[in-house]
Nanobody, 116 residues
Framework: QVQLVESGGGLVQPGGSLRLSCAAS????????MSWYRQAPGKERDMVAV????????NYADSVKGRFTISRDNAKNTVYLQMNSLKSEDTAVYFC?????????WGKGTLVTVSS
């Protein structure tokens, strides 16, 4: 079965950096685009970044462009989100997701808290 496990969240000061990882299993990882979403307290879940199956194409939410970078290692079945210049408004639970054969799968998420 499809499994997605996020890691790398934590507490960081404004201006700091974190790298999130999402380990995937149960599907042919290199065949599917992968996405990161986030959900702040009391808000809807929003797309943060998307990467194509072989990593040639990426897209970002306007709020993170120039600060976040999505990447993937198909040999390790892992997608990453490098987050730099973090702001308090980046505080959220971050999820990775994939759509396989018409069904969306989500990890349990990893909490990122940006605070001094």
């Amino acid at each position: 079965q499809v499994q997605l496990v996020e890691s790398g969240g934590g507490l960081v000061q404004p201006g700091g950096s974190l790298r999130l990882s999402c380990a995937a299993s149960g599907f042919t990882f290199s065949s599917y685009a992968m996405s990161w979403y986030r959900q702040a307290p009391g808000k809807e879940r929003d797309m943060v970044a998307v990467i194509s199956n072989v990593g040639r194409t990426t897209n970002y939410a306007d709020s993170v462009k120039g600060r976040f970078t999505i990447s993937r290692d198909n040999a390790k079945n892992t997608v990453y989100l490098q987050m730099n210049s973090l702001k308090s408004e980046d505080t959220a639970v971050y999820f990775c997701t994939v759509r396989v054969r018409g069904m969306s799968y989500w990890g349990k998420g990893t909490l990122v808290t940006v605070s001094s």
